[in-house]
């Protein structure tokens, strides 16, 4: 056969659907190149787990919205047999993932080592937000996480009640697994059968709290073991409270910023109620998320108002005196922990808003825009409550709600506001069913809320646009020791 003679390339320049062509055969090939690289790095990588940060309780100022800057997360945890790692959320997600855009670039032939190598490699770095992690038991011992946290964009509080027949055995199980359950998720890893809601997220801040109600001591046979100081809340003139929505025998605060990994936890602790507690109530809020504003700020309500601007610090000197339960404590069990006192207040918000911004203010005592004193300065400038108008009448009206509050009108009363927004859509009549789930935090609630609110009763400015409608108070114990679980000492002591 004799030897053929290449053609003449045509000189022609190619057309639109040539040159198309060329460039998604080019694209095709530096895809494949780089799931190629992907494929070799991933070959070689050593496990390492995603970018995480742990912020302990007590190390921001509560409700600041700070992020922490991220750091290493410790290595992955096993569970079960040592050679059985146990997969984080984003971990199990990034095997699936990585495995099906393998499939897609290299085809059937390289889908195996596409598999192989994404089992292999570590996941891609989480954002700030994502990789934030609080420690379900802190170093050294401590108060459980949610209490001093900076506040969570997400937020549900739920409250069961015990199943009949459940006895002190029976709860102690319950809140073994609840803590098993809430460490895991609070570290990022998915807990045994997993719902996969979470999977490709990171912890974002995720805290688990437990408290105990005034009935669950009757209800397990531990009523000589009830604090003194879990007496219930007394009543008060503006109530207007739902007992469905009220109290309970066991309470949960779950808080994350990003709201599957919150759905998340609060679905798998329901699932770990079943047949020992039934839920009695559920509340869902919000509160801005970090990162949001130009630089950390005290939050605002749905009235736009800044609150939480006179909250007591970590770095007070009488912090731990006034929030936390102290030696002296009648029950044992208790000292370390804290009251949390729960309300679900709705805010008349049409009422509300027909108001000048001059009145507002009047009613609260403060500017609206900063947040400062109506006698001046800034936030964080002391009100005088001292200071009179020309007329002699106070600056800070006598019924303004942030004088009424205010520890020097109340002997020193303090107590650490957590709350978060809560927006439950429109009424029959058009208006919003929203408001505020005020949490505060306190060693003493008769020395603390009850004291105040019963000076708010009695003639805040701020009281006509407001309806509570639901109210709980629980025992809040400290964070479990370890390999133990939270309420450990009062069930087993």
């Known amino acids: 056969m004799s030897k053929q003679t290449p053609r003449k390339q045509s000189a022609r320049k190619p057309s639109a659907a040539q040159q198309a062509a060329a460039q998604q055969t080019t694209s095709q090939q530096a895809a494949a190149k780089q799931a190629a690289a992907k494929q070799a790095d991933a070959q070689q990588a050593t496990g390492r787990k995603a970018p995480g940060t742990d912020s302990g309780a007590g190390s921001a100022k509560a409700g600041g919205g700070r992020v922490p800057a991220p750091a290493t997360a410790p290595a992955p945890e096993t569970h079960g047999s040592p050679a059985k790692e146990r997969l984080s959320r984003r971990r199990l997600l990034g095997t699936v993932g990585a495995a099906g855009a393998a499939g897609l670039v290299v085809g059937a032939a390289g889908g195996a080592a596409g598999v192989s190598a994404a089992q292999d490699g570590a996941p891609e770095a989480l954002t700030t937000v994502g990789s934030t992690r609080v420690p379900f038991r802190p170093a050294g011992g401590g108060h459980q996480a949610g209490i001093t946290t900076p506040l969570q964009a997400k937020g549900h509080l739920v409250a069961f009640d015990l199943a009949p027949g459940t006895d002190r055995k029976a709860a102690a199980a319950l809140l073994r697994r609840w803590s098993r359950t809430a460490e895991e998720l609070m570290a990022g890893r998915a807990p045994d059968a997993d719902t996969g809601v ?26 000589e073991r009830r604090p003194l100081a879990l007496d219930p809340l007394p009543d008060f003139s503006a109530d207007a409270l739902d007992p469905a929505r009220s109290n309970g025998d066991l309470w949960i605060q779950i808080g994350a910023d990003d709201a599957l990994v919150a759905f998340h936890a609060l679905r798998a602790l329901q699932k770990d109620a079943a047949g020992r507690a039934r839920l009695r109530w559920q509340m869902n809020g919000f509160h801005r998320t970090p990162g949001a504003t130009a630089h950390p700020m005290t939050t605002r309500n749905l009235m736009g108002q800044i609150d939480g601007t006179n909250n007591p610090k970590p770095s007070d000197r009488d912090f731990d005196e006034r929030i936390f339960v102290g030696r002296d404590a009648d029950q044992a069990w208790m000292r370390g922990g804290s009251y949390a006192v729960v309300r679900r207040i709705r805010m008349l918000l049409d009422d509300w808003e027909k108001r000048s911004r001059h009145d507002q203010e009047k009613v609260i005592g403060r500017r609206k825009d900063n947040g400062a004193p109506l006698t001046g300065g800034s936030e964080t400038t002391p009100m005088r409550l001292d200071a009179n108008r020309p007329d002699g009448l106070p600056v800070i009206p006598a019924n303004a709600h942030a004088r009424i509050a205010a520890p020097e009108s109340n002997q020193g009363a303090a107590m650490l506001r957590r709350p978060f927004s809560y927006h439950d859509g429109f009424r029959e009549d058009g ?60 069930l087993e002591g």
């Open 198 to 223: 979470a999977l490709d997220a990171g912890p974002s801040s995720l805290t688990v709290t437990f408290g105990f109600g005034h009935s669950f001591f009757g209800r397990t046979g531990l009523t």
């Open 431 to 490: 208006a919003p069913d929203a408001g505020l789930l005020f949490i505060c935090w306190q060693a003493d609630p008769l020395r603390a809320f009850t004291q105040v609110q019963r000076k708010l009763d009695r003639g805040d400015a701020l009281s006509p646009f407001l309806r509570h409608e639901a109210s709980g108070l629980f025992a809040v114990p400290p964070a479990a020791e370890r390999g133990g679980y939270v309420g450990q000492p009062l």
